[in-house]
Structure formats: structure tokens, C-alpha cells
């Protein structure tokens, strides 16, 4: 149906979807979700045109009509529309990506009625889609991807002319300018300090509500809030995101300092609440609020520091600068927070112009860099991936010295060789994986990414245990809050029976992001892999509380209640979870156990006919529940042979109880340097 047949601009609805394009906000029949203008804007393209394919070209001329950054941000506001779309009965998979053309929208349009308003629910703003499993080892892609939700803000000023500006209805909208002198930030800073709480959206803010996680706050913990893009173009977001991560990662390498992670951070980019009450449910005592605006040559950036005992501002100030200034405001930004908490900088005589550890003075390699890390934490497709790889290859083109840039890129290619590679492919990938990071950590031999970066592609990528301890351990106690590195660092340290350390380094991780479904998701992995499945299935559903959707963590729950042989209730979980590189070996292995092994053999034949090699460690697992040691050490070897990182399991993995106590077992332990 097209706009011949009635006139979107009016309004329309496929399935439970209702549109509202001139309120940028659709309704899912419940909730309200509002969307970026140009992201309406592509939607109301695809339902133009529905049914037909539209390709990245027209929708640049038709909405951008610029070349520059309109591929990223039409990347970013598909990615944005399934994410809406999931949230009614409608399905993100109603817009199609057809490869090489574009996309498509394939719905059963009809024209809203005349006398249609908005319905009443609670409003939204949409936020990054949610991380897809890793189909070879789900537990390696929570690390490697699941920092990730960033997005639209609110908020406004700085400079010499500050504008106030609010979101009424969904719009933003701006009053005129204010003398210099006034005080800064935004109506989102105004609610923070003065108003109470509005209202409460999406699934982490229910437990964040209901006071899941404590309120006991460090004197010197700080929450950086998403910092507001007010250029204009929502292209620009990578850029305001970027900007407030470097900013929160500056703050961190000072160990006085408790920084909180980056997903609850981000929780509350556009939630009306004030100061106090986001101090309390976060458990800290201080937030960092802010907005950014740039342009060709100049940016500005205002930042203020609220008391969150008593929701007064400590320290304010704006900065109106050169772009090639951007370095030094950042550090100048994080010495200022510092010195309002009267903290000492750890490195208090440094000069504020020089880079930090790891990053760059290359205003182009920097700006590739941020593109790239916006771009990867979209996580889509393969295809997304490789731009951000693209965009990472970029940054070092411009700045060989850039260990940040080399790091992430080293990241990128450990996704792309885990999620969508195999055989001597996913090898090649996985090596370059690991020489790219041993680039980063000799550049900047004090750069906790860098190490991070390494151990990951060492364990998961060459199956190297031995080799990936000294790179895990050195990234553990380079990071002074670093969410990526606590969080990876502790399931390889339960992957290699060093519960002690992985306990420790998990709740660190959950005291600091307590809003990161997946840091609850991981603290599970670690209790299973302990033996502790209770524990394991409370936390996983801690983690269901903060993000219903999350994938993966059903079947987490799952396996745990397998391993107790609570049969029903894991089919039960099984029935729930969407990976179904959990499911069929899960379900085939249920079938052993109840005595019905042909359905067995339906599901092991569906996991080779689906996954093939990339299976080869979970065929394993259902050859040694039917206790056919041969079949099961073949299969093992096959696994090695292809560097399937499922044996990264190897040690603590109850599915192989059975064969436990076959000295190949053992073998296979020492050959892995397990043991």
C-alpha cells in the first residue's frame, strides 16, 4: 500500500504498530516510543514504498541529501526501527535487509482513523538493539558486545548564548537565548536538581525503580550520564557518545574514583527523575551531566557536577573551542570533576595537552575511532561489523600509534570470526585478532584495553589457556573501573578454576554497572561453572529483571536446572530461549535422559545440519550424555582441530560428567593447559 491509497502523514498502522508521524511516536499498545525525526522519516519511506526494496541511496537523497556520515546513520536508524518494532507484535524482521540493494518493509499498512490519538502509555525513548547470541559461544560475545545501548538525549547550552531546551510531547524545543552568566546544562540538568520522578520506562528501569540494587553510595562515586547531542543531526550522536565515554574513561583511571558502568549510565539518558533519586538507585554520590553541539571547526561542550545527597550543582562550566582543543577539554573535565570531590589525580603534575594512555592527537584518527566504536556498538549484522572495522582501519591509517583504535579493532575481529566465520577463515581471522592486539599492548604497554583485547582472542580465538592468563591478569590490574575488563577477566578466571578471583572480579563489576543485564547474565556463567546452580539461576534472573529480552539467559537458566536434573523446569526455560545453539543440544540431551533417543537424534542431526562445525563442542556434549566415549573424544579432537572455543568449557562443563573420568579426558586438559 502506498501514499496514493491514503496519506501517511496522518497517520497509520500494521499488526499492533500504530504511527504518528508528525509526533515522531508510534504505539506498540501500550507504550509510547518516540523516535529522532529522521528516523520517522525512514520508516514513513519504507511504508511508502512497501513491499519494494529501497535502496541506502535513495533514502540518503530522499532524507539526507548529503553523502557524509548518511551511511552510518541510516545503519543506526534501522537498527533503531527493529528495535521499536520488537516492541509490540510487530517484529524488527518486518524490515528486511536485502543485500547489495537496501531494504524493505513488509507489512499489512492501514490508515489510522480520522479521530485517532495517541493512546496512553508509559513513553519511551528508544534506545541500541539488544546484542544477538554468539552462535559458536554465547558466553564469549557477552564480553565482547554488551556495553552497549547509547543513545538519543535532551538537554542544550553552552558558550556565550545558552539556550534553555525541553522535550514537550516528544519535540524538542527551545527558548530563546539567556545571558552568559546563567546557570548551564539543560532541562535535563533543571530536573535533575529540581523536579522528582516522572515516570519509569523499559525493563532495567523496573528493577531500578523498585530499589533491586541498594542505595549504599561511595563518597567519591560518580555517574556519567549520557552527555546530549544538540547539533541538530542525529548523525552527530556518535560523536556526543564518544565524547562522554572517553570522558567517563578518563574519570576511571583514577583509582580514588568510582565510576559507574557505561549501561547503567545510559539507562538513564532521557529519564525524568532528579538527582537524588538516581544517586540513591545507582548507590553513588555524585553525577556528571552534560551536552555537546559541533560543527565543522568549533564544538561546545557544558558540563555540570551534581551532589546527588542534596541535588545542588558542585561544579559547572562550558567550553566553546577549536575541535583541535577536543583532548584537552576532556582532560580538563575530568581534573575539574577531581578537584571538586577533592580527590588527587594520581598523576597530578601531568600536562592536561598530552594524550592519555592509549588514545591519539589526531583529530581525524580520533573522529574514525569514535564512528567506529558507535557503529560496534550496534552490533546488527556482519555487514555492520565490517564498517565499524572499516572505520577502525581508518583511525590507524591516520595514527599507526593509535593503541585505542588497534585494541577495538582487534575486538571487531574476534566478533566477526566468532559470530559469522568458519573453518581455516575464522582461523585466519581470529590470528589477526591476536596480532592486532599484541600491537596495541606493546604501543601502550599500560593500556588495559589493549591486554584485554589479547587475552580474549588468545582464550577464545587460539584455545591458548596458558597463554591468555598473562594478558588477563595484566588488564585486571591495569583497570581501575573498566565493566569490559572485570567482566572478562572473571569468566576466564571461572573457565580455569579460579573461582576466588572470578567472584571477586564479578561483583566488582555488578557494584559499578548494576543496570548491565549482562554482568548478572556473566556473574551466572560463573556460578554454574562453580557447581552453584542455584546461585546461577538467581542471578540469570536477576539479569531477566533488568532486561526481560536478553537473549540467551532462558537458556542459561535452563542448563543450570538440567545439571540438577530438574527435566521440566529446564524444558520449561528451553521453551522461552531463541538461541537455538543452546536449545538443540539442550533438547537432545533432555531426550536422553527421558529414554527417547530417536527425538535425540532429530535434534543432533539438526544442530549439524544447522551449525556444522561451529557445533562440533556441542555435538560433543550429546555423545558423552549417551556415554559413547569414542564418538565423544572424536568429536572433541575435530573441535580442536577447527579451534571451536566451546572448549573453552572443557574444565568445569557438567554435560561431560559421564566421560570425566576417561584418562583422553585428562589428556585433552593437559593438551589445553587446563591442568
Known sequence: MSRQEFDLSD??????????PSRNMINNGKDDVHLEPKVMDVLCCLAEHNREVVSRSDLIDRIWQVEFGADESITRAISLLRKALQNGEGSGSLIETIPKRGYRLVADLAALPASADQQPGAKQQL?????????????????????????????????????????????????GPQPSGSRLISSRRNMLIGAGVTSVMGGGLVAWATGLFGNGAGENSVVVLPFANLSGDPAQSYFSDGLTSEIRSQLSRNALLQIVGQTSSNNFRDHKA????????????YLLDGNVQKSANQFKIAADLIDGRTGLSQWADSFERPIADIFAVQSEIATAVASAL???ISDSGKDNSKKEIGSTDNLAAFDAF????????????????RAALAKFDDAIAHDPEYAAARAARSRVLAVIANQYLAGSERIRVYDEAIDEAVKATEIAPEFAAGFNALGYALFYGRLDVKGARKPYDRAYALAKSNIDVFSRFAIYCARTGRFGEAYQAIDRAASLDPLNASVFRSKGIIKYAGGQYEEAIRSAR??????????SVNGDIGRAYLAMSELDKASEAFARESNDMITLPSQAIISIRTGDDATARQYLDRLIAEHGDNGLYQQAQIWAQW??????FSTLKQALDARDSGLVYLL?????DPVRKDPQFKALLLQLGFI
Open 627 to 632: 556415554r559413547d566415549a569414542d564418538k565423544t
Open 652 to 656: 568445569n562443563d557438567p554435560l561431560l
Open 542 to 551: 536477576q539479569a531477566l529483571k533488568i532486561n526481560p529480552k536478553r537473549n
Open 342 to 344: 577533592a580527590v588527587a
Open 127 to 175: 534506545t541500541d538493539p539488544e546484542q544477538f547470541p554468539n552462535p559458536q559461544n554465547d558466553d564469549a560475545s557477552d564480553n565482547l558486545h554488551d556495553n552497549h545501548p547509547d543513545l538519543q538525549p535532551e538537554g542544550q547550552q553552552s558558550g556565550a548564548t545558552i539556550q534553555k531546551t525541553a522535550l514537550v510531547d516528544g519535540h524538542r524545543q527551545t527558548a
Open 274 to 285: 532528579d538527582a537524588k533519586t538516581i544517586a540513591r538507585q545507582l548507590g553513588v554520590s
Open 11 to 20: 497517520g497509520f498502522s500494521f499488526g499492533a504498530i500504530s504511527v504518528y
Open 370 to 385: 569514535l564512528r567506529g566504536q558507535d557503529l560496534f556498538e550496534l552490533h546488527i549484522d556482519e555487514a555492520s561489523e
